[in-house]
């Protein structure tokens, strides 16, 4: 796949890690961040991938085994799936389009390949044919159609735009949310991603060099991101994660759907449980200027037994960062995996580069969030009153 066109603008800086392949920023994230927020600007999302199903079983096949209900999906309303293991555990997620002829999967780009094999491998008898498109179709991100508009038309091969408008600025309909409801910052995230031919990239950046629109780079988004709680598979999800633990089930899972892989462990943690892990922000601690890597260590105090006078308290591990990034407004945060156990007021420390960074956390999976229904006490056997 050929450079990005976007990385030849001046000022650009190549990212780094997960989205290697496209800009991390253009000379000033904080600024960009600002413009971007505003819709002023757009993002280069090429390292993205695209699968596309079309045939016309691809709603009800999709179905059966996604996470979200999917049959009745109407053309140009976005949604977003998960696909899970036996165990619930999360394998796949994939931002969803349909145009009425075709079902466009929106997947990070070192996913395309393995979840086009594997729905290859799920098809039988069934009328659909799987797709990696990605070496022919490109993305970009923005918060208003007027930022897009103004770098390259929307792509509509259906008479259907090909823009997907990330559901999570308000729990979906069949969804379920831990988070508490006062105050989601989920409420001023407007991301839409453009699904474009690859070749459209060079006119948007040449609109970009015209002045007609701004582009902001993958640390701005990130950044927004981080802000308003939004998981991303790429950064937030590990071998064990399941959707609760990352208050997912808001707009990836229909709760009023059954029958695909995984479903037990979704209701049973929903109905009975707890999820064992969960998402928190934290605010760091910016004065040695350290922004912690994803990997990093959260550790904390232990509550008991309490130290003897003198004696330094008992630390431990209570967690990972999972992304982070310096915020125009918040500065320095990031999103965590954290223990169910940890209390929500236990100051955090994260380990990163050698120094110690302080960090208050904000919930998002509460630490007492369970059971979403009441399970009546059965009385013992044998015992009489």
């Known amino acids: 796949m050929t450079a990005s066109p976007f990385l030849a603008l001046p000022g650009a800086v190549a990212a780094e890690g997960v989205d290697a392949g496209v800009a991390g920023h253009y000379g000033n994230p904080i600024v960009e961040q600002r413009k971007l927020e505003r819709g002023e600007a757009i993002v280069d999302l090429s ?3 695209i699968v596309t199903v079309t045939g016309p079983d691809r709603l009800s096949w999709l179905h059966s085994m996604a996470s979200q209900a999917l049959a009745r999906l109407q053309p140009g309303t976005g949604t977003e799936a998960l696909l899970l293991d036996a165990s619930g555990r999360i394998e796949h997620a994939a931002h969803v389009i349909d145009d009425g002829e075709t079902t466009w999967l929106v997947v990070e780009g070192d996913e395309a390949a393995s979840l086009t094999a594997w729905l290859d491998r799920m098809r ?3 009328r659909v044919e799987v797709a990696d498109r990605s070496a022919e179709l490109a993305v970009l991100g923005a918060m208003s159609t007027t930022a897009l508009d103004a770098a390259t038309p929307a792509f509509a091969p259906a008479g259907v735009a090909l823009d997907w408008a990330d559901p999570w600025a308000a ?4 969804g379920h949310q831990y988070a508490h409801e006062a105050g989601h910052p989920a409420s001023d995230w407007h991301w839409i991603e453009r699904i474009v031919p690859r070749e459209a990239l060079a006119d948007a950046a040449a609109a970009v060099a015209a002045g007609r629109v701004i582009a902001a780079g993958s640390l701005a988004a990130e950044a927004l991101r981080i802000a308003a709680w939004r998981p991303r598979l790429a950064t937030e999800v590990d071998e064990k994660t399941i959707p609760h633990e990352l208050d997912w089930l808001r707009t990836a899972v229909d709760l009023g759907k ?4 995984g479903q037990e462990t979704v209701a049973k943690v929903l109905n009975l449980g707890r999820p064992p892990r969960r998402l928190v922000l934290l605010h760091l601690d910016g004065s040695d200027t350290v922004l912690p890597a994803p990997g990093d260590e959260v550790v904390g105090e232990k509550v008991r037994p309490e130290p003897e006078p ?4 008992e630390r431990r591990t209570v967690g990972h960062i999972t992304s982070s990034a310096m915020h125009h407004e918040l500065g320095p945060v990031a999103l965590a995996v954290v223990k169910r156990s940890v209390p929500a007021d236990l100051p955090l ?3 990163s580069h050698g120094i110690e960074v302080a960090a208050a956390q904000v919930e998002i999976v509460p630490a007492d969030a369970g059971a979403a229904i009441d399970v009546p006490r059965l009385p013992r056997l044998g015992v009489r009153k």
């Open 124 to 126: 039988f008898m069934l």
């Open 47 to 49: 390292d993205r991938g």
């Open 171 to 174: 729990p979906a309909p069949g």
């Open 258 to 261: 059954g029958c695909y892989k």
């Open 310 to 313: 003198g004696e330094a308290p």
């Open 349 to 351: 420390i994260v380990l």
